[in-house]
């Protein structure tokens, strides 16, 4: 039991010093910027592929229904995750346009 802790907080830590090792390779002054684009490219690749997966075993288990609402619902998260800076100018569009 012990030995996994060790393992685990071992795995973590090789992460977390690759990671910061990735990002501190640019700008100094541009750490957190560079952190964010890191994650966020993390974030698409994964989004990507759990979308992937929960789509076939829609299609395999024939819930068609179920699919059309999971895909409409995956577009709009994905706009958020693939296209944060045009969703952001959208919004603001709306809500001034509401508020006006």
């Known amino acids: 039991m012990r030995s996994k802790y060790l393992w685990t907080a071992a795995t973590a ?10 990002v501190a390779a640019g700008n100094g002054e541009r750490v957190g910027r560079n952190l964010g ?43 958020f995750i693939f296209a944060p800076g045009d969703l952001t100018s959208t919004i603001r569009g709306i809500w001034h346009t509401v508020t006006a």
């Open 37 to 79: 684009h890191l994650l966020g490219g993390w974030a698409q690749s994964l989004f990507t592929g759990i979308v992937a997966i929960v789509a076939l075993l829609f299609l395999f288990n024939r819930r068609f229904a179920d699919l059309a609402i999971f895909a409409v619902a995956a577009i709009v998260v994905g706009g």
């Open 13 to 22: 830590f090789a992460a977390w010093s690759w990671a910061a090792n990735a």
